[in-house]
Every structure is written in structure tokens, then in C-alpha cells.
């Protein structure tokens, strides 16, 4: 599996010929999958693989589950966050949290492997806010969004800042680091 950051909240996750879009900030890529964390609602007219809110849904052997953050979302705009499963990695997306989710919506995430979330601080998650939900997800990697400088959530964190381009892993190398978090810093 191969992650690259495209800015802002925008994530492309390729798995071998499958591709997945988070937070696509144009529409000219055409993924097999294309998640949204903040969609209008009712949904309008979402494409082939588009997903725009809470639910189940399983794309092309990836199963996909959303989970709808109320206290974020209004009449007209929903708020959700994602658990994707692909190549047996479970992959946490936050996409524009201003606030940690409730107990219940991170239990129902499960499990995660690798956990993108924002940093940035207004209107997104402080870095210090960030930081907490990092502890309560307890997942192996993680990778910050929405910011500006990463700094401030890397200092929280406890770790360094070092750029790179894309992060390529696999299974058995989430496995083997264990307990370890890493914290990957992407160039913008």
C-alpha cells in the first residue's frame, strides 16, 4: 500500500490497481473509491464508488465503514469519519474534526493501523487535542492533516518531523514495529 498527501485533507491510497481518494480537493482524479468526511446533505448525486456519509459499504474487496458525527454535523451537512480495511490494514480517517469524537464513535471504529487526522488547530483539532485522540485510538502510524506546520502535533507527540513524499507499508511491517508509534510528516 502506497499513501501520498495532496493537501489539506486530501489522501490518495493506491493497493496494487485499486485506488482510493480521501477529500479529493478537485474533481479530475477518478479513484476507484472516493471518500468524503464532509458532504452536503441529501447527498447529491454521488458517482460510482463515492461514499458520502455513515454506513457499511464494501468497493472492490475494501470494506468501508462511516460513522456520522452528530455534534459536527447540521440540516444541510453531514460529518463522517471512516474505518477503511485494505490488504488487511485498517486505516482511520478524521477528515475535518474540530473537536475528539465522542466514546461511542471511536468504539465504533475499531481497531485502527494507520490514523489520519488534523493538527492544524482553528477550526480543525488542536495539536494538543490531537494528540489525546492519538492515545485513545492507539493506532501503529500516524499522519497529520490540515496544518500548516506539523510542528506544534510532532512536539506533542514526541517525535521529529521528517518530510517525505509517500509512505509505502505493508501488513507484516505494521506488525513488527508493534507498540511503537511512528508519525509520518508529509511534504506539501
Not at 99 to 127: F, H, R, T, W
Request: charged share 25%; hydrophobic share 40%.
Amino acid at each position: 500500500m502506497v499513501i501520498t498527501y495532496q493537501g489539506g485533507g486530501s489522501f490518495r491510497i493506491q493497493s496494487g490497481n485499486l485506488s482510493i481518494v480521501v477529500d479529493p480537493q478537485n474533481d479530475r482524479q477518478k479513484p476507484d473509491v472516493l471518500l468524503k468526511t464532509a458532504a452536503p446533505y441529501p447527498a447529491e448525486n454521488p458517482g460510482q464508488g463515492e461514499i458520502t456519509g455513515p454506513g457499511e459499504y464494501e468497493i472492490a474487496g475494501i470494506g468501508i465503514r462511516g460513522i456520522q458525527i452528530a455534534a459536527e454535523s447540521k440540516t444541510d451537512l453531514i460529518k463522517t469519519i471512516y474505518r477503511v480495511l485494505v490488504e488487511d490494514i485498517a486505516l482511520g480517517f478524521m477528515g475535518e474534526l474540530w473537536n475528539i469524537p465522542d466514546a461511542e464513535s471511536i468504539q465504533a471504529l475499531g481497531d485502527i493501523d494507520i490514523l489520519i487526522l488534523p493538527v492544524g488547530g482553528k477550526p480543525y483539532l488542536k495539536p494538543e487535542d490531537a494528540a489525546k485522540l492519538v492515545k485513545q485510538i492507539e493506532p501503529t502510524v500516524v499522519i497529520p492533516s490540515h496544518y500548516k506546520n506539523p510542528k506544534d502535533f510532532f512536539e506533542e507527540m514526541g517525535q521529529r518531523a521528517t518530510p517525505q513524499e509517500k509512505f509505502t507499508v505493508k501488513k507484516k511491517e505494521l506488525v513488527e514495529m508493534g507498540e511503537s508509534l511512528k508519525v509520518i510528516c508529509f511534504t506539501a
